[in-house]
Protein backbone atom coordinates (compact mmCIF):
# COMPACT_ATOMS: atom_id res chain seq x y z
CA UNK A 1 0.00 0.00 0.00
CA UNK A 2 2.41 2.43 -1.07
CA UNK A 3 1.98 5.91 0.24
CA UNK A 4 3.14 8.56 -2.30
CA UNK A 5 3.09 7.06 -5.94
CA UNK A 6 4.61 8.41 -8.66
CA UNK A 7 3.69 7.20 -12.50
CA UNK A 8 6.23 6.55 -14.62
CA UNK A 9 9.26 4.73 -13.00
CA UNK A 10 11.06 5.45 -16.49
CA UNK A 11 10.86 7.61 -18.96
CA UNK A 12 12.79 7.79 -22.14
CA UNK A 13 12.07 10.55 -24.61
CA UNK A 14 13.44 12.90 -27.57
CA UNK A 15 14.57 16.74 -27.20
CA UNK A 16 11.89 18.69 -27.36
CA UNK A 17 9.34 16.12 -26.53
CA UNK A 18 6.15 17.18 -23.99
CA UNK A 19 5.97 14.54 -20.75
CA UNK A 20 4.01 14.42 -17.68
CA UNK A 21 4.72 12.41 -14.19
CA UNK A 22 1.79 12.25 -12.50
CA UNK A 23 1.50 11.83 -8.21
CA UNK A 24 -0.74 10.77 -5.68
CA UNK A 25 -0.57 10.64 -2.03
CA UNK A 26 -2.70 8.58 0.23
CA UNK A 27 -1.58 10.31 3.43
CA UNK A 28 -3.97 12.23 3.59
CA UNK A 29 -1.54 15.48 3.62
CA UNK A 30 -2.40 19.15 2.76
CA UNK A 31 1.45 19.54 1.58
CA UNK A 32 3.18 18.23 -2.15
CA UNK A 33 6.22 18.69 -3.48
CA UNK A 34 8.14 18.18 -6.78
CA UNK A 35 12.24 17.95 -6.22
CA UNK A 36 14.67 17.22 -9.00
CA UNK A 37 17.53 14.85 -8.50
CA UNK A 38 20.56 15.32 -11.02
CA UNK A 39 22.89 13.18 -11.72
CA UNK A 40 25.43 13.78 -8.78
CA UNK A 41 22.27 13.22 -6.81
CA UNK A 42 22.14 16.75 -5.67
CA UNK A 43 18.09 17.16 -4.46
CA UNK A 44 16.43 20.49 -4.93
CA UNK A 45 12.63 21.62 -4.33
CA UNK A 46 11.29 22.86 -7.71
CA UNK A 47 6.96 23.82 -6.37
CA UNK A 48 5.41 23.14 -3.51
CA UNK A 49 1.54 23.38 -3.34
CA UNK A 50 -0.91 23.49 -0.11
CA UNK A 51 -4.28 22.39 -0.48
CA UNK A 52 -4.34 22.32 -4.28
CA UNK A 53 -2.57 26.29 -4.03
CA UNK A 54 0.99 26.86 -5.09
CA UNK A 55 2.71 28.28 -2.21
CA UNK A 56 6.63 27.41 -3.78
CA UNK A 57 8.20 28.06 -7.01
CA UNK A 58 11.63 27.88 -7.40
CA UNK A 59 13.61 29.28 -10.28
CA UNK A 60 12.64 26.33 -12.82
CA UNK A 61 12.16 26.98 -16.43
CA UNK A 62 8.54 27.97 -17.92
CA UNK A 63 8.38 24.65 -19.45
CA UNK A 64 7.64 23.01 -16.34
CA UNK A 65 4.00 23.37 -15.18
CA UNK A 66 2.81 22.12 -12.32
CA UNK A 67 -1.22 21.00 -11.68
CA UNK A 68 -2.66 20.12 -8.51
CA UNK A 69 -6.39 18.59 -9.43
CA UNK A 70 -6.82 18.54 -5.66
CA UNK A 71 -4.46 17.84 -2.51
CA UNK A 72 -3.81 14.18 -2.95
CA UNK A 73 -2.54 14.78 -6.73
CA UNK A 74 -0.10 17.01 -8.16
CA UNK A 75 1.56 16.33 -11.74
CA UNK A 76 4.30 18.11 -13.65
CA UNK A 77 3.94 18.70 -17.17
CA UNK A 78 7.16 19.22 -18.94
CA UNK A 79 7.27 21.13 -22.30
CA UNK A 80 10.14 21.19 -25.22
CA UNK A 81 12.26 18.70 -23.28
CA UNK A 82 15.88 19.76 -22.89
CA UNK A 83 19.08 17.28 -22.59
CA UNK A 84 19.86 18.98 -19.22
CA UNK A 85 16.62 18.21 -18.04
CA UNK A 86 17.13 14.28 -17.92
CA UNK A 87 17.31 13.68 -14.08
CA UNK A 88 15.44 11.47 -11.33
CA UNK A 89 11.99 13.66 -10.18
CA UNK A 90 10.54 13.14 -7.14
CA UNK A 91 7.14 13.87 -5.87
CA UNK A 92 6.91 14.11 -1.58
CA UNK A 93 4.49 15.07 0.75
CA UNK A 94 3.69 16.41 4.58
CA UNK A 95 1.06 16.65 6.74
CA UNK A 96 1.57 20.91 6.42
CA UNK A 97 3.71 23.67 5.54
CA UNK A 98 5.98 23.27 8.25
CA UNK A 99 9.30 23.55 8.80
CA UNK A 100 9.35 20.81 10.93
CA UNK A 101 7.60 18.33 9.24
CA UNK A 102 8.37 14.65 8.01
CA UNK A 103 8.72 14.96 3.76
CA UNK A 104 7.19 11.47 2.33
CA UNK A 105 9.16 10.96 -0.70
CA UNK A 106 7.52 8.89 -4.06
CA UNK A 107 10.46 6.25 -5.78
CA UNK A 108 10.77 8.83 -8.25
CA UNK A 109 10.49 9.34 -11.75
CA UNK A 110 13.73 8.71 -13.81
CA UNK A 111 13.96 11.03 -16.81
CA UNK A 112 16.14 10.62 -19.80
CA UNK A 113 16.14 12.61 -23.01
CA UNK A 114 18.20 11.78 -25.94
CA UNK B 1 24.64 29.35 -3.79
CA UNK B 2 25.06 26.38 -1.34
CA UNK B 3 23.83 26.54 1.91
CA UNK B 4 24.33 23.27 3.25
CA UNK B 5 27.96 21.63 2.78
CA UNK B 6 28.15 18.06 3.39
CA UNK B 7 31.31 15.69 3.75
CA UNK B 8 32.94 13.57 3.19
CA UNK B 9 31.09 12.70 -0.48
CA UNK B 10 31.90 9.05 -0.07
CA UNK B 11 32.65 6.65 3.31
CA UNK B 12 33.48 3.40 3.02
CA UNK B 13 33.76 1.54 6.67
CA UNK B 14 34.00 -2.06 8.09
CA UNK B 15 31.12 -3.67 9.71
CA UNK B 16 31.01 -2.43 13.36
CA UNK B 17 32.77 0.38 12.97
CA UNK B 18 31.32 4.09 13.31
CA UNK B 19 30.35 6.16 10.95
CA UNK B 20 30.35 10.02 10.40
CA UNK B 21 29.29 12.63 8.12
CA UNK B 22 29.19 16.32 8.87
CA UNK B 23 27.59 19.23 7.62
CA UNK B 24 28.13 23.08 7.87
CA UNK B 25 24.96 25.90 7.31
CA UNK B 26 25.37 29.16 6.51
CA UNK B 27 21.67 31.17 6.64
CA UNK B 28 21.51 31.45 10.73
CA UNK B 29 18.08 31.40 10.40
CA UNK B 30 17.79 27.52 10.09
CA UNK B 31 16.30 26.30 13.04
CA UNK B 32 15.73 22.54 11.92
CA UNK B 33 17.78 20.08 10.34
CA UNK B 34 16.73 16.72 9.80
CA UNK B 35 18.98 13.21 7.74
CA UNK B 36 17.41 11.69 5.19
CA UNK B 37 18.45 7.87 4.02
CA UNK B 38 18.20 7.00 0.40
CA UNK B 39 18.34 3.61 -1.14
CA UNK B 40 19.34 2.99 -4.57
CA UNK B 41 16.01 3.15 -6.80
CA UNK B 42 14.39 4.95 -3.25
CA UNK B 43 13.09 7.87 -2.51
CA UNK B 44 15.20 9.56 0.52
CA UNK B 45 13.54 8.71 3.84
CA UNK B 46 13.73 11.06 7.44
CA UNK B 47 16.26 9.02 9.61
CA UNK B 48 16.77 11.72 12.39
CA UNK B 49 16.23 15.34 13.22
CA UNK B 50 17.05 18.17 15.33
CA UNK B 51 16.27 21.44 16.54
CA UNK B 52 19.04 23.71 17.50
CA UNK B 53 17.57 23.77 21.25
CA UNK B 54 19.67 20.76 21.90
CA UNK B 55 23.19 19.65 21.57
CA UNK B 56 22.08 15.99 20.40
CA UNK B 57 19.68 13.55 19.76
CA UNK B 58 20.04 9.99 19.54
CA UNK B 59 17.70 7.11 18.12
CA UNK B 60 19.20 3.98 18.17
CA UNK B 61 22.66 3.30 16.69
CA UNK B 62 22.13 6.62 14.83
CA UNK B 63 23.02 10.09 17.02
CA UNK B 64 23.21 14.12 15.92
CA UNK B 65 25.69 16.11 17.42
CA UNK B 66 24.99 19.73 16.74
CA UNK B 67 27.17 22.79 17.39
CA UNK B 68 25.21 26.11 16.89
CA UNK B 69 28.14 28.32 17.32
CA UNK B 70 30.39 26.07 15.02
CA UNK B 71 26.86 26.14 12.55
CA UNK B 72 27.67 22.32 12.06
CA UNK B 73 25.88 19.34 12.50
CA UNK B 74 26.39 15.35 11.88
CA UNK B 75 25.13 12.16 11.93
CA UNK B 76 27.14 9.73 13.83
CA UNK B 77 25.98 5.81 12.78
CA UNK B 78 27.61 3.80 15.71
CA UNK B 79 28.11 -0.03 14.87
CA UNK B 80 27.51 0.29 11.34
CA UNK B 81 26.02 -3.02 9.24
CA UNK B 82 26.21 -3.50 5.47
CA UNK B 83 22.11 -2.89 5.84
CA UNK B 84 23.27 0.96 6.47
CA UNK B 85 24.81 1.22 3.04
CA UNK B 86 22.74 4.10 1.33
CA UNK B 87 23.25 7.57 0.61
CA UNK B 88 23.01 10.40 3.61
CA UNK B 89 21.41 13.76 2.89
CA UNK B 90 21.47 16.33 5.45
CA UNK B 91 19.10 19.05 5.68
CA UNK B 92 18.07 22.48 6.79
CA UNK B 93 15.26 24.53 6.82
CA UNK B 94 13.62 28.13 9.05
CA UNK B 95 10.13 28.64 10.23
CA UNK B 96 9.10 31.08 7.13
CA UNK B 97 10.35 28.37 4.61
CA UNK B 98 7.26 26.56 4.54
CA UNK B 99 9.08 23.33 4.65
CA UNK B 100 11.32 24.17 1.34
CA UNK B 101 14.53 21.88 2.77
CA UNK B 102 17.57 23.04 1.46
CA UNK B 103 19.43 19.65 1.22
CA UNK B 104 23.17 18.95 1.38
CA UNK B 105 25.30 17.22 -1.43
CA UNK B 106 24.86 13.44 -0.15
CA UNK B 107 27.33 11.11 1.22
CA UNK B 108 27.71 7.93 -0.53
CA UNK B 109 28.08 5.22 2.75
CA UNK B 110 28.92 2.02 1.80
CA UNK B 111 29.48 -0.73 5.12
CA UNK B 112 31.71 -3.67 4.12
CA UNK B 113 31.07 -7.58 5.79
Known amino acids: DTAVSQTPKYLVTQMGNDKSIKCEQNLGHDTMYWYKQDSKKFLKIMFSYNNKELIINETVPNRFSPKSPDKAHLNLHINSLELGDSAVYFC?????????????FGEGSRLTVL | QQQVKQSPQSLIVQKGGISIINCAYENTAFDYFPWYQQFPGKGPALLIA?????SEKKEGRFTISFNKSAKQFSLHIMDSQPGDSATYFCAASFGTSGSRLTFGEGTQLTVNP
Open chain 1, 92 to 104: ASSQRPTNTGELF
Open chain 2, 50 to 54: IRPDV
